[in-house]
């Protein structure tokens, strides 16, 4: 995992970036299992979703590379923190009823060695991936006001078949894939979130609590900021777009895998 990534961009991270209950419902539901089962959180960053699937009483093993993450978290009761990655999980053999990826696997060195990992610590329980693809994406405005962001997504994460025939090659059982649009006033402000609030890309901490925008550069950054500022003022981005404000969610290719007990 790119841990290099994330000791630059956490050090603000719990301001913006806060598990969004809606989701974490989605994933209790796909994972399907009893109050109680311990889970694996794999890249769980500061651990707002560990946190928030624990407070639904399951026992949660975060696991994540970065320091500066780790040191982000709030102490939960229900979580346990653990250095580590997931090409190498410091965890025994079966020693999980179920995972969770939750926005981590583009950061993966290698889908197919934490697939096998994911199959080692969890041989037969069910893992959930929270992930994006920007080629099942509605067209946005973010294209063609952040054109060099956009299309370094199409490097970062891989297209979803790619990943579900790795990970069931690899854990030898087969992937479903569910839609998961963006609500209007999502909590966890991703790069995306801010499909109906473009205000909310002016704000640098917002920008930098993003890998998108933290990997990008500066310079471009800063031109592209610029315009979407000339253009949200003059009400040019309104007049092309306004009608966004008044969607309830939008899809932007978010998508949950899920890859079911054997």
Same mark, same amino acid.
């Given at each position: 995992?790119?841990?290099?990534?994330?000791?630059?961009?956490?050090?603000?991270?719990?301001?913006?970036?806060?598990?969004?209950?809606?989701?974490? =419902?989605? /994933?209790?539901? *796909?994972?399907?299992?009893? %109050?109680?089962?311990? &889970?694996?959180?794999?890249?769980?960053?500061?651990?707002?979703?560990?946190?928030?699937?624990? $407070?639904?009483?399951?026992?949660?093993?975060?696991?994540?590379?970065?320091?500066?993450?780790?040191?982000?978290?709030?102490?939960?009761?229900?979580?346990? !923190?653990?250095?580590?990655?997931?090409?190498?999980?410091?965890?025994?053999?079966?020693?999980?009823?179920?995972?969770?990826?939750? &926005?981590?696997?583009?950061?993966?060195?290698? /889908?197919? =060695?934490?697939?096998?990992? *994911?199959?080692?610590?969890?041989?037969?329980?069910?893992?959930?991936?929270?992930?994006?693809?920007?080629?099942?994406?509605?067209?946005? !405005?973010?294209?063609?006001?952040?054109?060099?962001?956009?299309?370094?997504?199409?490097?970062?994460?891989?297209?979803?078949?790619? /990943?579900?025939? @790795?990970?069931?090659?690899? *854990?030898?059982?087969?992937?479903?894939?569910?839609?998961?649009?963006?609500? $209007?006033?999502?909590?966890?402000?991703?790069?995306?979130?801010?499909?109906?609030?473009?205000?909310?890309? &002016?704000?640098? @901490?917002?920008?930098q609590n993003t890998s998108g925008?933290?990997? %990008?550069?500066?310079?471009?950054?800063?031109?592209?900021?610029?315009? *979407?500022?000339?253009?949200?003022?003059?009400? =040019? !981005?309104?007049?092309?777009?306004? %009608?966004?404000?008044? @969607?309830?969610?939008?899809?932007?290719?978010?998508?949950?895998?899920?890859?079911?007990?054997?």
């Open positions: 995992m790119n841990q290099p990534v994330y000791d630059q961009i956490g050090k603000s991270y719990n301001t913006n970036r806060r598990a969004d209950a809606r989701l974490v =419902e989605r /994933i209790i539901g *796909l994972l399907d299992l009893p %109050a109680g089962a311990v &889970l694996a959180d794999i890249g769980a960053g500061t651990g707002n979703y560990a946190g928030a699937i624990a $407070d639904q009483g399951f026992k949660v093993q975060a696991v994540e590379p970065s320091a500066e993450m780790r040191g982000q978290a709030k102490p939960h009761e229900g979580v346990t !923190w653990i250095a580590g990655s997931a090409e190498n999980i410091p965890l025994p053999n079966a020693s999980v009823d179920g995972i969770v990826v939750i &926005l981590a696997i583009h950061h993966f060195a290698s /889908i197919g =060695e934490a697939a096998r990992e *994911l199959g080692r610590i969890c041989p037969t329980g069910p893992i959930v991936i929270l992930t994006n693809d920007p080629r099942v994406a509605e067209p946005s !405005w973010f294209a063609d006001y952040f054109p060099e962001i956009h299309a370094r997504d199409f490097i970062t994460f891989p297209p979803l078949a790619e /990943i579900t025939d @790795q990970k069931s090659g690899a *854990l030898g059982r087969a992937g479903g894939v569910h839609g998961f649009p963006l609500p $209007d006033n999502f909590t966890d402000r991703n790069m995306l979130s801010g499909w109906n609030r473009p205000e909310s890309y &002016l704000d640098a @901490q917002v920008r925008f933290a990997m %990008a550069e500066p310079e471009i950054v800063k031109l592209r900021i610029a315009k *979407l500022e000339q253009d949200l003022q003059s009400g =040019e !981005w309104d007049r092309k777009h306004g %009608a966004l404000r008044t @969607q309830s969610a939008f899809d932007a290719g978010f998508r949950l895998l899920r890859f079911g007990a054997r």
